[in-house]
């Protein structure tokens, strides 16, 4: 069964990510994404399987980018920020992108 997050912490998480990492979302909508053609995305929500992404194409059109988590499924709210620096890394590796250093 998917561990589901308390409402409170998906709400926490998806604030921080749209309104500190707009560059991060799109950096993985791009990687992972069926299209590299990404101008924008907003994280949507995420479960313990993995996160979801709105992607914006540069045509107009938009997608959902399901990224499921790259150390396997989760449980608890420190291993949300992990999973996401991990996808964040992954993404820069297939788009030969040089990460920047993690605080």
């Not at 938009?62 to 890394?89: F, H, K, N, S």
């Amino acid at each position: 069964m998917v561990h589901r997050f308390d409402e409170p912490v998906v709400t926490a998480v998806l604030a921080h990510m749209n309104g500190d990492h707009d560059d991060d979302n799109r950096l993985i909508a791009r990687a992972f994404g069926p299209d590299r053609d990404v101008v924008g995305a907003t994280m949507t929500g995420f479960d313990g399987d993995g996160g979801q992404w709105r992607a914006q194409l540069a045509g107009g059109d938009e997608i959902d980018v399901r990224v499921p988590w790259p150390g396997g499924p989760i449980t608890e709210r420190p291993q949300v920020r992990r999973e996401i620096v991990a996808l964040y890394d992954e993404s820069c590796r297939r788009l030969g992108i040089e990460p920047r250093a993690h605080a």
